[in-house]
Structure formats: structure tokens, C-alpha cells
């Protein structure tokens, strides 16, 4: 009998988290009509969300490990995703807390 394991770290939950959560509000602030601020803070906050969750998902690849012991099933194959920068991933990281800042400087501080 064959079972496939994974394991996913709490980075990359969060990552797809955000990533929904993003598309969401996204697609929310297009249904409603706010104030001109509060649109663009929300819309500059979801995109930031988003570019952080793709940013983490391209940084934690999934790898196959494979068992090592001898006694173990051959049909047993691990799936692990473990950090691994890729330079995509941390500069969406990058894009992400610029975007956060400028919605919170468009929340905070309008004319």
C-alpha cells in the first residue's frame, strides 16, 4: 500500500492564506465604492497580500524525499517544502512590504 506524506511549514500556509485573501479583497473593493484613500489603501494592502503569497510559494519548491532505510515500504515517497530562495520569490517579498507601507501611508495619512 502506497501513502504520500507531506508536510508544509507554517510560512507557506500563511503564504496561500494570503494569497486568497488577497484575490479576495481584490475582487471585494471592485463591488463596492469607498472613499477614493480607502480604495487605494485596500487595493495597494490586497496586492501586497498576493505578491507576499506568491513570493513564499515560489520560495518553498516541493522536493520528494525518497526513504532511506531498508526495511521501509518502496512505496513510500515524502513530499517536503522547505525554504529555498529563488531570486523571483524574494523580490515579490520585497514588492509585498513596499506595497504594505504604501497602503498604510495611503490609510493613514490622506490629504
Not at 469607498?34 to 518553498?60: C, K, P, Q, W
Request: glycine share 8%.
Amino acid at each position: 500500500m502506497s501513502a504520500k506524506q507531506t508536510r508544509f511549514p507554517p510560512l507557506f500556509i500563511a503564504a496561500c492564506i494570503a494569497v486568497a485573501l488577497g484575490v479576495v479583497l481584490i475582487i471585494g473593493i471592485n463591488m463596492f465604492s469607498m472613499a477614493d484613500h480607502i480604495f487605494r489603501g485596500v487595493l495597494l494592502l490586497s496586492t501586497g497580500l498576493t505578491l507576499f503569497g506568491v513570493g513564499e510559494i515560489l520560495n518553498h519548491p516541493k522536493e520528494t524525499i525518497f526513504p532511506i532505510r531498508q526495511d521501509a515500504e518502496p512505496g513510500i515517497v515524502k513530499y517536503y517544502r522547505r525554504r529555498n530562495s529563488c531570486g523571483l520569490g524574494t523580490l515579490c517579498d520585497i514588492a509585498s512590504l513596499l506595497f504594505f507601507f504604501m497602503a498604510l501611508s495611503s490609510l493613514f495619512f490622506t490629504k
